[in-house]
């Protein structure tokens, strides 16, 4: 069998021989020490920083679709991580070299769940911000209008569907793999994976490969535009409609959606970011003109695209300062603290007694009060 060895959810054989031409040995080691070292920090980062992050959204005692869409990301973002462990052990290890190695041996009989879980996570985890970034639009462009339908209810039935299609769409890669293992059995040693699996599934291995490069492709597409459109709406928005910062409970929310629209934006630039190489190297593949994109490349591919997902947790802490606050609290979180805050600070400042020529400001218009008119609750009902 053909040692195979996947970076950026793209089969290649990884024994297949480098042009002294085209690429120097020099530079080819500097790539492979690059991904030797970078895999350990990038999962020490998204363990620590994931885990971080889930107790933050998962201690909000009301949770909104937000909280229910960072949390599933989070989440799917630590398995990517560590279902990736098999693939850099075989990498790294000398003694998985050969076919009839222990290692390779147990690499194969636990290929299929890995890989599986793995991109099924991965699948969910990119398609959550899609949908993240598809309601944030539909909410900014109609309020009036979509803002009571999108729910927490609502987040956890999407997440579900996205997982049972994510699951399904990655099911060859639970189902082809341990075919191959029940029928080599019949074939003598060094009989290739095609002759084996026959052309059945080699023709389901193929179409699978070609539809995750299309949706690669199709995914960082849809984002962008996505958060292109919704940045552009952000803008109409700031130059079109008034800010009534007097009102202490308008303000809270404006924080709150400020602080929301920050971290989806930083989600979203980063994967962007992170994917784009992804992203060309499988249009590359798709038009057929995948010279450019040398098989030397896929070791730092695969680093670059698991950059977003590591870093999320930086980038909340960068971007949110309600999520550093949320973070640095020890204690549970107070039920409706938001809107209890905003409306006792409210209440408040309508029942305090104000001190002689205190300033006022109401409407933004400043005025100066020069009575003190002391009434309790029980005198104004």
Known sequence: MEKNCIYSNTTVHYNQPFNSHERSEEIKSLVVYLHLIAYPVLLLICTIGNSLSL????RLPDKSSTAIYLSTVALSDLFVLWFYMGHYVVNVDPTCDHDNSLCWEQYLQSKGVVEWWRDTFLQLSDWTLITFSAERLVVVSRPLKFNE?????????????????????CSELLVVPYYYLWRRADFPPGTTTKIVIGPEMTDWDSLYDYSELLMGVCKWIILTLLNAAFV??????????????????SQQRCRQTRNINCILLGSAALYIVTQAPNAY???????GSSEECSPFYYPLLSIISLLNY?????????????????????????????RSSAISSSSASNNLPLLQGQSVAKNGLTTR?????????????
Not at 232 to 249: D, G, I, M, W
Not at 318 to 336: C, D, E, G, I, T
């Open 281 to 287: 190297c499988k249009l590359l593949k798709i038009t």
């Open 149 to 169: 339908a999108i729910s927490k209810e609502t987040a956890i039935r999407n997440v579900l569907v996205l997982f049972l299609l994510a699951a399904t769409f």
């Open 55 to 58: 107790s933050v959204w998962l």
């Open 232 to 249: 552009f709406q952000l803008s109409r928005q700031s130059q079109s409609r008034p800010v009534f910062a007097s009102h202490k409970l």
């Open 310 to 338: 590591s870093l999320d947790f930086l980038l909340y802490c960068m971007v949110s300062a309600r999520f550093r606050r949320y973070l640095l609290q020890r204690k549970p979180f107070p039920r409706n603290s938001t």
């Open 369 to 381: 009060r020069n009575t003190v008119t002391l009434t309790t609750r029980n005198e104004q009902e």
